[in-house]
């Protein structure tokens, strides 16, 4: 079985660009949640998504933004990129359980 | 104070010792938990999640202690491929969300 994929690996950007990250779940799993990074820390909550709707919102700043489509992939958006927001920006899929499955990461680099 | 703290390390083993690590959370209500590990630049994969009776999972076993709000996680005969940082995690179901707390990883070095 697939596992969590994520599209692309790797991204440099420069600052004040917008970046779109997507995120395919596993096969049957219909919440998703992205998580940043930074180097040296755990994963940080950003968004949950189930069923399409928003479930929840870590504290990011509205620069941020996601959305889940009919066939539960999803897209997170950052507007107006900061150096700050260098990091890997990781996906996360979850079925009925509190078990998340992470895929291999979106590495963003804002120079 | 962070909501899950771990010691960052590392912990410098040789190969075939036991090693223990300890986290400790903050929110009373959290209702799951997990250890997660994670390689360098590599994601976090799951490693096992931990039950109030306790579980083992061949070399590893898992401990929750709800009432001081600490989980263990002990490695036995380590091997040089247990190399990594290892993330205690806790869930919390808040307003239909099951968003995971991180702790900032304790990165273990099994040495020949």
């Known amino acids: 079985d697939a596992g969590v994929t994520q599209s692309p690996t790797h991204l440099i950007k420069t600052r004040g660009q917008h970046v779109t990250l997507r995120c395919s779940p596993i096969?049957?799993?219909?919440?998703v949640s992205w998580y940043q990074q930074v180097l040296g820390q755990g994963p940080q909550f950003i968004f949950q998504?189930?069923?399409?709707?928003?479930?929840g919102r870590g504290n990011f700043p509205d620069r941020f933004s996601a959305r889940q489509f009919p066939n539960y992939s999803s897209e997170l958006n950052v507007n107006a990129l900061l150096l700050g927001d260098s990091a890997l920006y990781l996906c996360?899929?979850?079925?009925?359980?509190?078990?998340?499955?992470f895929g291999p990461g979106t590495r963003l680099t804002v120079t | 104070r962070k909501e899950v703290e771990q010691d960052p390390g590392p912990f410098n083993v040789p190969e075939g010792a036991t090693v223990a690590f300890n986290c400790t959370y903050s929110?009373?209500?959290?209702?799951?938990f997990f250890w997660y590990r994670q390689d360098c630049r590599k994601e976090p994969k799951l490693l096992m999640s931990?039950?109030?009776s306790g579980n083992e999972d061949g070399r590893f076993t898992a401990q929750l202690n709800r009432a001081s709000q600490y989980i263990s996680l002990l490695i036995r005969d380590s091997k040089l491929s247990d190399s990594a940082t290892y993330l205690c995690?806790?869930?919390?179901?808040?307003?239909?969300?099951?968003?995971?707390?991180f702790g900032s990883g304790t990165r273990l070095q099994v040495q020949p």
């Open positions: 929110n009373s209500a959290s209702q799951s």
């Open positions: 996360a899929s979850s079925g009925d359980t509190y078990e998340q499955y």
């Open positions: 096969s049957g799993h219909k919440s």
């Open positions: 995690v806790v869930s919390t179901l808040d307003t239909g969300r099951r968003a995971l707390t």
């Open positions: 998504y189930y069923e399409k709707e928003e479930r």
């Open positions: 931990v039950y109030s």
